[in-house]
Every structure is written in structure tokens, then in C-alpha cells.
């Protein structure tokens, strides 16, 4: 009996164990048998594509937001095969076969297979590229250079210009690029700086009448480099300053090398944006911060009659100087003619072979890909903002351009603000810079889609292209490197370019699913339908948790523009989950309590932004006067009955507001001249009494005046007009039928579907000179809780009582982050 235990011993003891297992097998903790290149539990289970091996080929395991996009994929992609065979079935019904439903006509199939054969053609044939021209005769080069279709870069001096096939321009005669002779610009990185005793006149080209010292001006630069030109890469800091060096180190009058990173262009336009940063009245003074931007644009004519890439970011800093200003439209003048120029200069065009012919240096080739890359970054944000068509060419799939300086010395600089409290660590910019390129590709392909809605589309093509943009943000988002991602842990000291790539990231989110923002419908079939509701809250509740970072460690007075346009997204997402509380059956306190405050604190912190950047100001009137409008009509609707009229006494249309400091006065209305007879208010006159009311076209930090309950009134019980609350906001089973993301008010006017700013709505009187001052720095800024300002009655305000206390007596969980 012994024997056989010892026998069965060795059957039962350890096994071997390979000694590394696949990364799939390793996150999965599941055995592996170690076969390389495919082991055995994948091959057999499938998934042979996802067995890799080595640290630097692992994977990231996918999320369970990129699953639920997956799944959604799925269900689109099922309810278009079900629409598919219905269409399938009546042709076959009605035309006796499925080729019964081809045309005909055989000249509309003709036409194609002649298009296809002249696209591969213009593949196929070496002669239609600008680097093919040695396949022709020394004897027969003038004649093809007369006939060649698509030669287009020609050398003008330094610099390469582009002249199309119909321009006679590009057969004049060319100049060598005198850059060529110049072994320093070879290459990209930081010049070592001259002697400190050496001549360099900084203020050169800058206006003498703004008193602006030297060290003021260096401070001003290292913000905005630190917290507006890192997002985009608008501009390199070491390219910039070495630049800048060369020029300024020359004396007055002797010949100025020309400078692909520093013009005095380009010099004013970044101040007159920085100086929105200065501590200093005085230079922050619009005033002065207009001298700078008047001194740049007296360069425009002599800079554009030669351009060069500095024109071109020059001519976009001053786009974003009256962008900054609440000035859209001149700023998109000012951009179209950057993008004019980097169109002039042949951006989008690969000129390597320039490169191999000596013609230009590869530095000449960095240059010119990072500013094709940047214009086509801020063309894309600029379309957002203004909701119109992108000007800059997409890069062609065929000749792609490489984006510049990714694991060079630039993208390895250290970042560091002493003011925050986040550890110095390696800055990673330009592989940063060129994530957010390739996700700016999708906002561009989500900004096509926007513009195509409403135009005979239908519903279930929509739903597909959705599903598959979302599955392409969520493959872009699991693409990221660990040095540019951030995760739960690493969030909390991010810096400001990475929490903007990925508050831009959810921002897409926004407005993918925004348009379709509603509650779910039965459909016939088993498949649900994708809850474009829960994508959209859990990505404006994203920002806000990125947005309570940024304003902990660095305050939001420092930010880039587009920032601004993702606080408004995510405070219209509020919006709409607010009126999406208030539109069904049963009224969700919860829900509208939680959007009310996340849309209360967007505008607070536009209104810190608007501490730089005026424009803040303005899309803060913006969200205000939104909200405002939305849920003003439909919380008077839930307040009655639909059925009969209801007698409300003693309305009382006193608004009491606190002086702010934006320099608004409180209002002079007090309660003994409100209206004393009573009222009869229905559904269909409530639109009616509501147009009738003066609006307050005010916003700002006020905090609004809560009506007390009155003496009469149950301890802890508020009444409204002579009724208990509880008894008026009651659950009433009614359904207002709000149902498209159209939320119109009940005159009407819809919330628009576009992604842009709605410039077009009213806005609020202009703020008093004591806000456009700004307020000082070494001033400690603490966030007070406030009341939304909109413009409610004493009594409305009464019906949102209780909401609101509930909800400022805790906490928001960013802040408790």
C-alpha cells in the first residue's frame, strides 16, 4: 500500500513552469506554455494577433468605456445589416432579383472604372511626382518642366514657395537658399548662448511707450510658454529664445539673419498675448497689451512680401490676441491669412527631396513639418470655435508628415512652476503635441459629421459612424504612451499641455454624442440603442475632474483659449442633463440638483479665466443666459397643474443681488412694489408670461438672495406662493415630450446642435473698467460658494431652495481630490 503512494508521488507533484509567460497569458494570470512566437492557450483560444512578448511590445488592457463602445459598434453595425435585408427583401420583391435594382442606364458605371483607372494611373506613374524629374533627358528638361502638372515647390532665396501647374511663376528662374551655407542651421537644438557681456538688444523691436522691464518681459514669456503655447507646440521655447538671441545680438542696421522662430513680428504679438499674465496694471492695462499687437501688425507687409514660418505663427498668435479679446471674427481674418501663408509657403507638401538635392537642410524640413502641423492643429480648433470650414489641407496618407522633435532634446526638457506644488518632471511636449495631433484628425472627421446632420441623412448611417468614431477615440486613447497618458495616480500631478490633451479628448466625446443627447427609446428589435446620455455626462464629469486640478495646482487664471470652448462644452452637457431631469415623468431632484451645481461651477470658472482672457467673460454671459433660458419655463411648467389653471398669489418679481465685483449694481425692485393681484398661469400662457418678463442680461459672482420662508410657514418647510414645497414639486406624471437634443425653450428657440460657440445669442452688457483691470496676483484668490444669477424670481428661486442648500452642504468629489 505504501509502494503505491510513493508510485503515484512524482504524478502529483510540481510541474515545470516556463520561464516567461506572454503578456496576454500574464494579464490574464492564466498558464502559459512559453511557445514563441504564438504559445499554445492562444493559438487555441483565438487570439494568436494578441500574443506578444517582451515589455515593450505589451499591451494595455483595453478599458471598460472602449468595451461599451465595442458593444455599441455591434448593435449599430447589427441594426444596419436588419435595415440591409429589409431593403434587400423589396428589391427582391419589386424588381424580381437583386440585380433588378441596379440602374439601367450603363453610362453612370461607365464613368467610375475611368476614374479608378486615372487615380492608379497618377499612382502608378513615376512623372506626376515632384521627385521624378531624372526620368527624363537632360535635352527635354525645359520641356518638361513647361508640361509637368504637379510640380509645385519652387525656391524663392531661403525659402520654398508653392505655385500650381496653371501659375507662371514656378518657371522663374530659382535662387539658391543661402541657408544651405550656414552649417548651424543643420541643426535643431538649443544654441549655447553668447557671453553675458555681449550685445543684446531684447526690446529692440517692442514699443517704448509700455514700461516693460527686462525681467517682467522674461517672466511673462516662461508663462505663456508654460501654460499657453505648450498646448498645440504654437511655439518652441528653445528654437524661440535661440532665435531670438541671433537676431538681437547684431547691432542696428548690420544685416539681420532671417529666422525661421523669431521675427519682430512674432516678438510683439507673443507679448501683446503674455502681458494678459503681468501682475502689473499698467501692462496689463488693454491699453498697453494693444501697442504691442498695433507694433506687430505694422510688420505684416514688409514680413508677408518674403514669407517665412515666423510670419505664419506670427499671423496666429495675432489671431489669438483678438480671440482672447471676445474679437472671433477678426481673430479668424487674422488666421486666414496665416493659413494663407503657410499655403503660399507649400506646408502640407513633403520636400525631402529638396533635401537629398542640397537645395534646403533637413533642419529647413523640421521647421517646415512642425508648422504645417501646428497650423493644421489650430485650423481645426479654430473651426471648433467658430463652427466653420477647416482652410488647412488634411496630410495626405500617401506622403505623410512626420511630426518633429518626438524623443528629441526638446521633448526630454524638464518642466517645472515653482508656484505649484508638482514635482519638476520631463515635459514629453512634443510627444504630447503629436498625440493631440492625431486626435485633432478625429475632431476634424467629428466636425465633418456635425455639418452633415439634418441634411437627409438617416438616423441608422448616423448611429454607425458614431459607434465608429467612438471606437476611434477609445483606440487612440489605448494607444497613448505611459510617458503622455494619464491615469488615476498620475493625474493629480499632471501638467498643463497633458490635462489639455486629455480634457480635449473627453471634449470630442461631447460633441460626438451631444447631438443625440436624449433618453433612450424602445426599439422594436432586442438591440438597445447606445446611451449617448451616460457618454456625455461621464465626459463632462471628466473635465470637471481635470479642470479641479488645473485650478488646485496652477489656477485657471493661466490657460489657453481653447480651454475656455471645453468649459462651455461640458457646462452645456449640464445644462442639458438639467432640462433632461425636468422632461420626463417624474422629476429627478438628484439629477438636477448635481447638473445645476457642475453648471454653476463652469461659469465660475470661466469667470476665473476671464481674470486673463476676456472672452471668458463673454462665454460665461453665454452659459449663463443658456441655462437661464432652458430651465426657467420648464421649472414653472413642473410647478402647476397642465390640466387646470392654478391661482398663484402675491408673485413677487423682486430680485435682490449683492454688489459684485464686475462693477454690476443691485437691482433697485424691492418687494412692496412686486405685483400684488393674483395670477392665472397655464401651460400655454407660461411661455407667454415668461417672454413678458424683463430679462437681467447680468452675470457674475453675485450671490443670489434666497427668499425667507415666510413666519407662518411649518419649521423646516418652505412655502410657495401660500403652498407647501413639497406639495408643488411633487412627482407629477407628465411628460413634456422633450425629446431631441433640440431642448428648445417654450418660445421656441433651440439649443444648437453645433459644436462651436453660440456667438449669436444675447449677451450681457460689457463688464466695468474695475473687472477689466483684472484682479492683482499677490491677492489670494479663495472660491466662494454662489448661486447662480439667473434672473429668477424671489418665488422661483423659493421652488430651487432646497435643492441648492442640499447641494452646497457638500463638497464637490473633484474638490475633495
Known amino acids: 500500500m505504501k509502494e503505491g503512494k510513493q508510485r503515484a508521488k512524482p504524478e502529483s507533484s510540481r510541474g515545470t513552469y516556463t520561464k516567461q509567460a506572454c503578456n496576454h497569458c500574464r494579464r490574464r494570470k492564466s498558464k502559459c506554455d512559453g511557445k514563441i512566437p504564438v504559445c499554445g492557450p492562444c493559438n487555441d483560444t483565438g487570439r494568436a494577433s494578441e500574443c506578444t512578448w517582451g515589455k515593450e511590445t505589451a499591451k494595455k488592457a483595453r478599458t471598460q468605456q472602449h468595451f461599451e463602445s465595442l458593444v455599441n459598434r455591434i448593435q449599430t453595425l447589427e441594426l444596419r445589416v436588419r435595415e440591409l435585408e429589409g431593403e434587400l427583401d423589396n428589391c427582391r420583391r419589386y424588381h424580381g432579383g437583386v440585380n433588378g435594382c441596379a440602374p439601367s442606364d450603363g453610362a453612370g458605371p461607365s464613368f467610375v472604372p475611368s476614374t479608378v483607372t486615372a ?106 510658454f508654460k501654460f499657453f503655447a505648450c498646448w498645440g507646440l504654437r511655439i518652441v521655447p528653445q528654437l524661440f529664445l535661440r532665435d531670438m538671441h541671433r537676431s538681437l545680438s547684431h547691432p542696428p542696421g548690420a544685416p539681420v539673419p532671417e529666422t525661421a522662430h523669431y521675427s519682430p513680428m512674432l516678438h510683439n504679438a507673443i507679448i501683446a498675448l503674455a502681458t494678459a499674465f503681468s501682475d502689473d496694471p499698467r501692462i496689463r492695462d488693454p491699453a498697453a497689451r494693444e501697442r504691442f499687437a498695433t507694433k506687430a501688425k505694422n510688420y505684416i507687409e514688409s514680413e508677408c512680401e518674403k514669407p517665412s514660418i515666423s510670419v505664419v505663427n506670427a499671423l496666429s498668435t495675432i489671431a489669438s490676441f483678438h480671440s482672447s479679446r471676445g474679437e472671433q471674427t477678426l481673430g479668424f481674418m487674422y488666421f486666414g491669412m496665416s493659413g494663407r501663408v503657410s499655403q503660399a509657403l507649400g506646408l502640407g507638401f513633403d520636400c525631402s527631396p529638396w533635401v537629398k538635392a542640397g537645395l534646403i537642410t533637413h533642419a529647413d524640413m523640421i521647421d517646415r513639418n512642425w508648422a504645417y502641423w501646428v497650423t493644421f492643429s489650430q485650423d481645426i480648433c479654430w473651426s471648433l470655435y467658430v463652427g466653420r470650414d477647416c482652410c488647412v489641407s488634411p496630410p495626405s496618407d500617401k506622403r505623410p508628415i512626420p511630426i518633429p522633435f518626438v524623443g528629441s532634446e526638446i521633448d526630454r526638457m524638464p518642466w517645472s512652476y515653482g508656484p505649484a506644488k508638482v514635482p519638476a518632471q520631463t515635459s514629453y511636449v512634443a510627444s504630447t503635441f503629436a498625440a493631440s495631433c492625431e486626435l485633432l484628425r478625429i475632431a476634424r472627421r467629428i466636425m465633418d459629421f456635425l455639418n452633415a446632420l439634418g441634411c437627409g441623412t438617416r438616423r441608422e448611417s448616423n448611429l454607425s459612424l458614431v459607434s465608429e468614431i467612438d471606437i476611434q477615440l477609445n483606440d487612440w486613447k489605448d494607444s497613448l504612451s505611459p510617458e503622455v497618458d494619464l491615469t488615476a495616480a498620475s493625474r493629480q500631478n499632471g501638467i498643463p499641455h497633458k490635462l489639455m490633451l486629455h480634457m480635449s479628448y473627453w471634449w470630442l466625446f461631447i460633441l460626438l454624442h451631444r447631438p443625440f443627447y436624449r433618453r433612450s427609446r424602445p426599439h422594436t428589435s432586442n438591440i438597445s440603442e447606445i446611451d449617448h446620455v451616460k457618454l456625455v455626462n461621464r465626459a463632462a464629469e471628466n473635465i470637471m475632474v481635470l479642470l479641479g486640478i488645473w485650478q488646485e495646482k496652477y489656477t485657471l487664471r493661466y490657460v489657453p483659449v481653447t480651454l475656455i470652448q471645453i468649459i462651455f462644452c ?26 445645476l ?42 410647478a402647476v397643474d397642465p390640466t387646470s389653471a392654478l391661482p398663484i398669489a402675491a408673485i413677487d418679481c423682486s430680485r435682490g443681488y449683492e454688489h459684485d465685483q464686475r462693477g454690476s449694481q443691485p437691482s433697485s425692485a424691492s418687494p412692496a412694489s412686486a405685483s400684488t393681484g393674483d395670477a392665472h398661469i397655464t401651460p400655454s400662457s407660461a411661455g407667454e408670461w415668461y417672454a413678458g418678463a424683463p430679462a437681467q442680461q447680468e452675470w457674475g459672482p453675485p450671490l ?11 419649521a423646516g418647510q418652505t412655502l410657495f406662493c401660500g403652498a407647501p414645497y413639497d406639495t408643488l414639486l411633487r412627482d407629477i406624471d407628465m411628460d413634456l415630450n422633450f425629446t431631441n437634443m433640440d431642448l428648445g425653450i417654450v418660445g421656441g428657440q433651440p439649443l444648437s446642435n453645433q459644436p462651436y460657440m453660440a456667438f449669436g445669442l444675447p449677451l450681457a452688457p460689457p463688464p466695468g473698467a474695475a473687472h477689466a483691470q483684472g484682479a492683482p496676483y499677490d491677492v489670494p484668490f479663495e472660491p466662494q460658494p454662489q448661486h447662480v444669477a439667473l434672473d429668477f424670481s424671489s418665488e422661483e428661486l423659493a421652488v430651487m431652495d432646497q435643492i441648492l442648500r442640499q447641494q452646497f452642504a457638500h463638497p464637490m468629489p473633484f474638490q475633495q481630490a
Open 119 to 224: 487615380s492608379k494611373r497618377e499612382e502608378e506613374d513615376p512623372n506626376l511626382h515632384d521627385d521624378s524629374d531624372s526620368g527624363s533627358d537632360n535635352q527635354d528638361a525645359d520641356i518638361d518642366n513647361l508640361i509637368a502638372p504637379t510640380r509645385h515647390l519652387v525656391l524663392r532665396e531661403s525659402h520654398l514657395e508653392l505655385y500650381g501647374p496653371t501659375s507662371i511663376f514656378r518657371l522663374a528662374p530659382e535662387r539658391a537658399s543661402p541657408s544651405t551655407d550656414d552649417p548651424s542651421r543643420d541643426s535643431q537644438e538649443p544654441a549655447p548662448l553668447a557671453d553675458t557681456t555681449s550685445y543684446f538688444d531684447w526690446s529692440r523691436h517692442l514699443p517704448p511707450e509700455v514700461p516693460l522691464s527686462r525681467a517682467e518681459h522674461d517672466r511673462l514669456l516662461d508663462l505663456l
Open 597 to 638: 451645481s457642475h453648471a454653476e461651477q463652469c461659469i465660475h470658472y470661466l469667470n476665473q479665466c476671464g481674470r486673463s482672457w476676456e472672452c471668458a467673460n463673454i462665454v460665461g454671459d453665454i452659459l449663463s443666459n443658456v441655462l437661464h433660458a432652458q430651465l426657467k419655463p420648464r421649472l414653472l411648467l413642473r
Open 704 to 714: 443670489a438672495t434666497l427668499p425667507d420662508p415666510p413666519a407662518s410657514a411649518p
Open 570 to 595: 461640458a457646462g452645456t452637457s449640464f445644462v442639458l442633463s438639467a432640462v433632461h431631469a425636468t422632461s420626463g415623468p417624474r422629476l429627478g431632484r438628484v439629477a438636477l440638483s448635481t447638473a
